[in-house]
Nanobody
Framework: VQLQAFGGGLVQAGGSLTLSCAASGRGFSEYAMGWWRQAPGKEREFVAAISWVGGTGGPTFYADSVKGRFTISRDNVKKMVYLRMDSLKFEVTAVYYC????????????????WGQGTLVTVSS
C-alpha cells in the first residue's frame, strides 16, 4: 500500500488541525494505520494508531502525550486515515508521517512497512 499524508500547516498553540493520509493499492482494510511524528533533531515517535478491524477501524492507541487531545480515525471505503489534533501545543511542531502495519505492536516503528512522505505541522506560540 502506498501512502500520502497531507493537511499540515501553521497553526497557533491551542488551535486544531486535521491531518489526512490517502492510501492506494490493495488491502488497505487489512492494515493497521499509525501516525508518527519527527521533530527537528529528534527521533520519530509514535502518536496514534488504529487497528484494521471493521469498516471504520477497531481499537485505537495513543501516546500518553496526546491522549484526550488527538483522535485517529479511518474510512476503509475511501482508503483514508485522519488525525484530528486539538489543543495543539508548541512542542508538537514536527513532520507527521502515516504508516501501515500488519503486525503489532503498533507503538513500535519496526512493524510498519509502508510510510507516507510526511506533512509538516508548525505550531506557533
Amino acid at each position: 500500500v502506498q501512502l500520502q499524508a497531507f493537511g499540515g500547516g501553521l497553526v497557533q498553540a491551542g488551535g486544531s488541525l486535521t491531518l489526512s493520509c490517502a492510501a492506494s493499492g490493495r488491502g488497505f482494510s487489512e492494515y493497521a494505520m499509525g501516525w508518527w511524528r519527527q521533530a527537528p533533531g529528534k527521533e520519530r515517535e509514535f502518536v496514534a494508531a488504529i487497528s484494521w478491524v471493521g469498516g471504520t477501524g477497531g481499537p485505537t492507541f495513543y501516546a500518553d502525550s496526546v491522549k484526550g487531545r488527538f483522535t485517529i480515525s479511518r474510512d476503509n471505503v475511501k482508503k483514508m486515515v485522519y488525525l484530528r489534533m486539538d489543543s495543539l501545543k508548541f512542542e508538537v511542531t514536527a513532520v507527521y508521517y502515516c504508516g501501515a502495519s500488519r503486525q503489532s505492536p503498533l507503538n513500535r516503528e519496526w512493524p510498519y512497512k509502508s510510510w507516507g512522505q510526511g506533512t509538516l505541522v508548525t505550531v506557533s506560540s
